[in-house]
C-alpha cells in the first residue's frame, strides 16, 4: 500500500494532524466542510463560500476522498470510485472528492475520472482547511459519513470503504 505526501508536511504540522486525528474517530461527528471562494469545482468556478454541514447531509452516507492529482494510489481510488459510482448512487450514497492539488492543471487533468458533481480544490494543497480539519497525513485518505455526520470508517483503501457500504447496505455493520 502506498501513500502519497505522509512525510511532506513539516514536523509541527504532522504534530498537529495526528493530534487532530483523535478527534474524528469512529463515532464521532466530522468537522464541517469549508469551500472558500473562489473555489473550483466540476462545474466551473464557485463564486460564494460553501459550507457543507456534516450534520445535514441529504443522503443515507457520504464518502468523502481526499486526494492529490500526481498520486498513482489516488488515481486507482478515482477509477475505482468512477466504475462504482452508478451504484454508490443508486444506495443513496454521496460523493465528495477534495483535492489537495496546488494548481488548476494537476486538478482539471482528473476531472475526467469524477462522474459526480461534489469536486472540490482550493489550490492550498495539504494545507487546505478541509485537509487539515480532518487530519490527512496523507492521500489517498477516505471517511464514510451517516446522515447525521458521524464517522463510521476511515481508510486509505478504497475497497476497504467500498466494503463497508455494501455490509451496511445489507444491515450486516451497525
Known amino acids: 500500500m502506498h501513500f502519497c505526501n505522509l512525510w511532506s508536511t513539516p514536523l509541527p504540522g504532522r504534530v498537529q494532524s495526528m493530534l487532530t486525528s483523535f478527534k474524528i474517530l469512529k463515532g ?23 459550507t457543507l454541514e ?13 486526494y ?24 443513496n450514497v454521496r460523493v465528495i472528492a477534495i483535492s489537495a492539488d496546488e494548481n488548476e492543471e494537476s486538478f ?23 485537509f487539515k480539519n480532518y487530519a490527512v497525513l496523507g492521500t ?14 476511515k481508510t486509505a483503501m478504497v475497497e476497504d470503504l467500498l466494503k463497508a457500504v455494501e455490509g451496511r447496505q445489507l444491515g450486516k455493520v451497525k
Open 28 to 50: 464521532t461527528k466530522a468537522p464541517d466542510l469549508f469551500f472558500r471562494a473562489p473555489d473550483r469545482k466540476k462545474t466551473g468556478v464557485v463564486k460564494n463560500n460553501i
Open 54 to 66: 456534516t450534520g445535514k447531509l441529504d443522503v443515507a452516507y457520504t464518502l468523502l476522498l481526499f
Open 68 to 91: 492529490q492529482g500526481d498520486c498513482q494510489p489516488c488515481e486507482d481510488a478515482l477509477i475505482t470510485l468512477s466504475n462504482r459510482y452508478k451504484s454508490l448512487k443508486d444506495k
Open 108 to 130: 482539471e487533468k482528473k476531472i475526467p475520472y469524477h462522474q459526480w458533481p461534489d469536486n472540490y480544490c482550493d489550490f492550498s494543497g495539504m494545507g487546505g482547511v478541509n
Open 140 to 153: 489517498p485518505t477516505l471517511y464514510l459519513l451517516d446522515r447525521e455526520g458521524i464517522v463510521l470508517e
